[in-house]
C-alpha cells in the first residue's frame, strides 16, 4: 500500500466553533469599550463624571469577564479570561471598531458611549431570551446595568447637543464621524446566522430598527442631526472577524504589556 | 422594550455656577432600609436634579446599601449658624428635668 502523494490543495480551515466567536464578540466588546473609558481616569472634567466613567468601565470589564470565561470553557483549550485578554493578537479579537476608537474629545467619548449603550440595551434585552440558559443569566444581569449606562450617556447627549454652541458643534461632529462605525452592530454573518437558526442569538437586523427609534428620539430632543445613512464614507466591517482599525494594537500594547511581561503573574 | 432610554428627573433647576466656577453644590441623603429615616451621606456637584440623582448614585450608592437616595440644592438649606450656637442650643443642657432619666421609675412598673 502507497501512501497518497501530499495534496497541494491547501487543508480547508476548520469551521470555527460558533458560540466560541460570538461570545469573544460579546466580551470584545466590553473589554475593549471599557478599557478605553478608563483611560479618562484622572482626566474627566469633574471629579463626579470621573467616578461616573470610571463605574461604567468597571461595569463592562466585569461583563467582559464573564462572556471571556464562558468563551474559554466553550473553546476547551484551557484559556481562561485572563488569556484570552491578554495573550490574543489583534487579529484574534472579535470587537466592533466602533468600541476601539481613541476617546478624542468628551463629546466624542459620550456620542461612542450613548450609541453602543443603546446597542447594548436593544441586544442584552434580546439575549434575555435566548436559548442558552448561561447565556439569558449574563445578559438578564448585565442589562441592569446598561440601562444605567444609557441613562447617563443619553443625559450627557441632551446637554451636549442642546448646550451651548460650542458642545452642540462638537457633539454632532463626533456623531457625523462615528455613524459609520455603527453599522458593524447589525452586520450578521454566518456566526449570528448559526447560533440564530438554534435560537442561541438574536436577529440582528431585526434590532435595528429599535435601536434607530432609540437613538433618534433622544438626538431630536437633544437638537442633533441624526446622520444619514449614505455611502459618504466606507462603512466600517470586519472588526467581528478580526479586521481592527490602526487603533486597536496601540491599546492592546498598553492593557497587555503588564501581563505579557510577568506571565503568571498574581497580585 | 421601553420607547425610551433616558429618564429626565423632574426637579429643581440648576443655579448658575457658583463663585469658584464649580457646578452647583447638592446635598445627598441615603436610605439604607424601607422605614429607615434618610440621612446625610455627604455632597457633591451637578447642573441639574437628574445628573445630581446620577452622580449621588455613583458615588454614594454603588457599593449597595441604599435603596432611595434625595438630593437637595445645597442652597434650600436653611442652617442655624455656629456664631450663635452658645443662645441657640444651651439653655437645654441645664435643664436635667428635661431628660428622661430625671425621673425614678415608680416601683412595679414594669417593662421599662
Known sequence: MTSPAPSIVPAPVPKPNALFEYLQRLGDDRLILGHRLSEWCGHAPILEEDIALANVALDLLGQATVFLR???EVDGQGRNEDALAYFREAVEFRNCQLVELPNGDFGFTIARQFLFDVYDVVLLDALTKSTNGELAGVAAKSLKEARYHVRHSGEWMLKLGDGTDESHRRVQTALDELWRFTSEFFAADEIDAELGASGVAPDLAALKPQWESLVREVLDRATLTTPIDVPRLP???GGRSGAHTEHLGHLLAEMQIVARSHPGAAW | MASTVINQTVGPQSESLTGDGQ?????VFTQSEQGAPHEHAGSLHAVDAEQALQNARDVYARRGGVI???????????????????????????????????YKVPRGVRGV
Open chain 1, 70 to 72: 464562558m468563551a474559554g
Open chain 1, 235 to 237: 462603512r466600517a466591517r
Open chain 2, 23 to 27: 457646578w452647583p453644590l447638592w446635598e
Open chain 2, 68 to 102: 432611595s437616595l434625595w438630593v437637595i440644592p445645597s442652597g434650600a438649606i436653611t442652617a442655624s449658624a455656629p456664631s450663635e450656637s452658645g443662645p441657640f442650643f444651651d439653655p437645654g443642657a441645664d435643664k436635667a428635668y428635661r431628660h428622661p432619666q430625671f
